[in-house]
Nanobody, 124 residues
Framework: QVQLVQSGGGSVQAGGSLRLSCAAS?????MAWFRQVPGKEREGVAT???????YYADSVKGRFTISQDNAKNTMYLQVNSLRPEDTAMYYC?????????????????????WGQGTQVTVSS
């Protein structure tokens, strides 16, 4: 049973924008976006909490926006002012119960379910 289904992503030039979506089945606690480049560790990008509070990695603050539509049970990541170093596979994730705030929310071990991943490629 697929729990998180991602869409969006693609290839853009530096400075461009994309919107990533993550449709969830069932209930979620905290939800987040991560990204990973081959050969490197998965990096937390942004988190959204049940009360709507958000947290961002310093590398994306001011450029990326995480949001959710509770009626559609869907989370989004609007990515603007893209840079070549943003190129990665992006994953959405959720916790089913435990939810931690602040910088710890960007550690992947908190998360129970993961999306299939979507590629974002930014050319200079």
């Amino acid at each position: 049973q697929v729990q998180l289904v991602q869409s969006g992503g693609g290839s853009v030039q530096a400075g461009g924008s994309l919107r990533l979506s993550c449709a969830a089945s069932g209930s979620s606690s905290c939800m987040a976006w991560f990204r990973q480049v081959p050969g490197k560790e998965r990096e937390g990008v942004a988190t959204i909490f049940p009360d709507g509070e958000t947290y961002y990695a310093d590398s994306v603050k001011g450029r990326f926006t995480i949001s959710q539509d509770n009626a559609k049970n869907t989370m989004y990541l609007q990515v603007n002012s893209l840079r070549p170093e943003d190129t990665a596979m992006y994953y959405c994730a959720r916790t089913l119960s435990v939810c931690t705030y602040g910088p710890d929310s960007l550690y992947d071990y908190w998360y129970d379910d993961w999306g299939q991943g979507t590629q974002v490629t930014v050319s200079s």
